[in-house]
């Protein structure tokens, strides 16, 4: 108890030395924090938008099918196996049919993906039922993302040509009428494609019963067995790509830390071995009263610790109203930065809890700990004699 008391006194007593090196402990564990719940933040709203958008429960892949390999598309689609029939007809399923096409917006040719969903769908949460309301029974109703939108200038009630090849390698055309216009994060149901009826898409490929993805329902527990036809890709296998993109930032941001954290305790550090060599008659005084080394030296410790602590504690003081604050508001994207990447929404919250901050924490404390020892080392060389007259060694 006297050792606490004691550290406690002499780290007050250092006047702004002491409040300095407060500071940039605490700046460096509210940088740390607010960077690690950003990340994790952005992490869990793409992975949420690509769920419920796009991928729900997981997916069942044509086994052609290569989402990076456009050719693959003339092969990948295949009769809908009854199982998944079946599961589809409960509501638990929900087929996609893809093939390659080219559209001419506005007098020029651009290539884009059609895609067929049943406009009754619940699976995700594509707007698919506005294609089933469509007054011109001569046209074909079709659905775009903003994205798409903005990049062949298309609005809602235009018409726009497109051609394709059915499966028996004919080639055909037809108008789609734009009869609503998306709004989403999820640029992989967005970017140059467009969704039109499951019906009619198998209709125009006449490929009748045929899919090229079937995505599962969420809170689907059993997942059925198919024939090899047909491959299942489970949510770690769809979201591998995002995970290992937000992985590699989280290693560049690490060198962040490391340098701030660096910085914060090379001024412990300095201030660790200053106040041994400006206490060097306090030291022989404490030995000469009796006091062994290593009470001396966990003396030094102590002290360098409670910077810890206390960083700690004034971190939490302006640190936590302004992260609750980020994480309640958010904040948005530069528009440049918008659209880049895969589905990164434009406005980001962070996400906070209390395993970040504990290991953040722990982490700042062992490292102000160990950076408080270093220096004190060299007393377990000290004479007292020798510390009486201001030497030391």
């Not at 050792?3 to 700046?27: C, D, P």
């Not at 996609?96 to 059609?114: E, K, M, N, T, Y």
């Not at 390698?169 to 970017?191: E, H, L, N």
């Not at 899919?211 to 599962?216: D, F, H, L, P, R």
Request: hydrophobic share 45%; no cysteine; proline share 4%.
């Amino acid at each position: 108890m006297l050792t606490i008391k004691l550290a406690f006194k002499n780290i007050t007593h250092a006047g702004i030395r002491t409040w300095l090196n407060v500071f940039v402990l605490s700046f460096a564990f509210v940088l740390i924090v607010f960077t690690e719940g950003f990340y994790d933040g952005m992490a869990q709203q793409v992975k949420d938008a690509m769920v419920n958008s796009e991928i729900g429960g997981g997916q069942f892949w044509q086994k052609d099918y290569d989402p990076f390999d456009p050719f693959s598309l003339e092969q990948s689609h295949s009769i809908i196996p009854d199982n998944l029939s079946n599961e589809i007809n409960k509501g638990n399923a929900s087929a996609v049919l893809i093939v390659s096409a080219a559209i001419f917006p506005r007098g020029h040719v651009q290539s884009a993906l059609l895609k067929g969903i049943d406009p009754n769908q619940k699976i995700v949460n594509l707007p698919s039922a506005v294609l089933d309301h469509n007054a011109d029974t001569n046209s074909i109703p079709g659905l775009i993302g903003s994205r798409m939108a903005n990049n062949t200038g298309l609005s809602i009630g235009d018409f726009v040509s497109v051609r394709w090849r059915n499966i028996h390698g004919t080639f055909d055309a037809a108008d789609i009428k734009i009869v609503d216009i998306m709004s989403t994060d999820v640029q992989t149901i967005d970017r140059d494609q467009i969704w039109i009826p499951l019906n009619k898409l198998q209709s125009m490929l006449q490929a009748p019963g045929q899919a090229t993805i079937i995505t599962m329902k969420k809170t689907v527990s059993t997942i059925p067995s198919v024939g090899a036809e047909w491959k299942f890709r489970n949510l770690a296998y769809l979201l591998k790509d995002i995970n290992d993109n937000l992985n590699r930032k989280k290693v560049s941001s690490a060198f962040m830390y490391i340098l701030l954290l660096s910085m914060a305790l090379l001024a412990v550090f300095d201030t660790q071995v200053l106040a041994i060599f400006r206490r060097r008659k306090e030291i022989g005084t404490l030995m000469a009263l009796g006091m062994t080394r290593w009470n001396i030296i966990s003396l030094f410790t102590l002290e360098g610790s409670m910077l810890g602590v206390l960083a700690f504690v004034t971190g939490m003081i302006y640190g936590l109203p302004l992260l609750t604050l980020l994480a309640k508001t958010g904040f948005a994207l530069p528009s440049m930065v918008q659209g880049v990447g895969s589905s990164i929404p434009p406005t980001l919250y962070p996400k906070y809890g209390i395993r970040l901050y504990l290991i953040t924490t722990i982490i700042l404390f062992i490292s102000v700990m160990i950076v408080s020892f270093l220096p004190t080392r060299r007393i377990t060389r000290l004479k007292p004699t020798d510390a009486l007259r201001g030497k030391l060694s």
